[in-house]
């Protein structure tokens, strides 16, 4: 095969010497690599970039879960807390019906009187 009929598509200027169309043809090799170069790079900084939207996209979820777990917690803490309070209004309560029956009682036994006590 001549290197007429091989360089036929690699020449621009089918007229021109072989030197000129290996010059040619070693230039645009360069720019092929520089733009697989360029081209490998953007790929790598897509992957960066869909990597980072992926990691701020797990940490806003994650965080959403923590708020609803302390959502949960706070509710559960608030119910907790309303049934020891309830608890100690109950004993405060307790304790002042207890006093005041203590005094009735101290006052009815000033009087010569007692409270009525049924015995089994």
Not at 7 to 26: A, D, H, M, T, Y
Not at 34 to 44: D, K, S
Not at 71 to 93: D, F, G, M, N, T
Request: no cysteine; charged share 30%; aromatic share 6%.
């Amino acid at each position: 095969m001549s290197m007429n009929m091989s360089l036929r598509f690699e020449v621009e200027n089918k007229g021109g010497n072989q030197s000129n169309s290996i010059n040619v043809e070693k230039d645009r090799i360069l720019r092929d690599e520089l733009m697989a170069e360029r081209i490998l790079q953007v790929t790598t900084e897509q992957d960066v970039n869909l990597k980072a939207e992926w990691a701020e996209g797990l940490e806003e979820a994650s965080q959403m879960q923590r708020y609803r777990l302390n959502k949960q917690v706070i509710k559960h803490e608030l119910a907790y807390a309303s049934k020891a309070l309830v608890a100690v209004r109950r004993a405060a309560l307790r304790e002042l019906l207890e006093r005041e029956h203590n005094v009735y009682e101290q006052e009815l036994h000033k009087l010569g009187k007692a409270f009525y006590v049924k015995r089994t």
